[in-house]
């Protein structure tokens, strides 16, 4: 897919929703991932939720992307992390 024909214009805030098992630790671990690229992802930027079993745990991060270029780097250090089950 060329840059041209992607629906994103940057720099723009992007939403991003990652999902892992529940712990006290994962979603600052997500915080940390995203705000390695991008920088300091505030707290408010944040938002959490719990399955209905208490099992898993989706974190919603609003933050300034610049380019599609820290756009892919974020995707991939969350594939390489081990507690990231799903990312949307």
Partial sequence: ?????????????YTFKIFGRRSDHFAERVRAI???????????ALTTRESSGGRYLSVTVLARV???AQ???????LRAEDEVL???
């Fill in 86 to 88: 799903l990312y949307i």
């Fill in 66 to 68: 610049e380019s599609r």
């Fill in 34 to 44: 995203i705000a390695a690229t991008l920088g300091s992802v505030p707290y408010d």
């Fill in 71 to 77: 756009l892919e780097r974020v995707y991939a250090d």
């Fill in 1 to 13: 897919m060329s840059a041209s024909a992607t629906l994103e214009q940057f720099p723009c805030v």
